[in-house]
């Protein structure tokens, strides 16, 4: 079965950058969009970035700081960050629809997470 894994986390300083990625287990036959969420401690889960085949967007808290990418060979879809505070301390997960084979229904396939530790 496809699975979605997130790499890339980590302990990083205050200003600091880094690049999040997502990577299909095994090849697909299709992908629609692919959304990032985020969820901090005690707070509930928001999406903060979402890519499609016509469109990127950002939630606003790390809007001019992020950018989605995609490695299509690879089957990865990174997400840098950049400027980042305390604030952005949290889990973060990928979401993509899947279509795992010709004649399998598109699913929403999740990712485990990555812990991302911002000090000051």
């Known amino acids: 079965q496809v699975q979605l894994v997130e790499s890339g986390g980590g302990l990083v300083q205050a200003g600091g950058s880094l690049r999040l990625s997502c990577r299909a287990s095994e090849p697909i036959f299709s992908i629609g969009a692919v959304r990032w969420y985020r969820q901090a401690p005690g707070k509930q889960r928001e999406l903060i970035a979402v890519?499609?085949?016509?469109?990127?967007n950002y939630h606003d808290s790390v809007k001019g700081r992020s950018t989605i990418s995609r490695d299509n060979a690879e089957m990865t879809v990174y997400l840098q960050m950049s400027s980042l505070t305390p604030e952005d301390t949290a889990v973060y997960y990928c979401?993509?629809?899947?279509?795992?084979?010709?004649?399998?229904?598109?699913?929403?396939?999740w990712g485990k997470g990555t812990l991302v530790t911002v000090s000051s």
């Open positions: 979401n993509a629809e899947i279509w795992a084979t010709e004649m399998t229904p598109r699913e929403d396939y």
């Open positions: 890519t499609t085949h016509n469109n990127t």
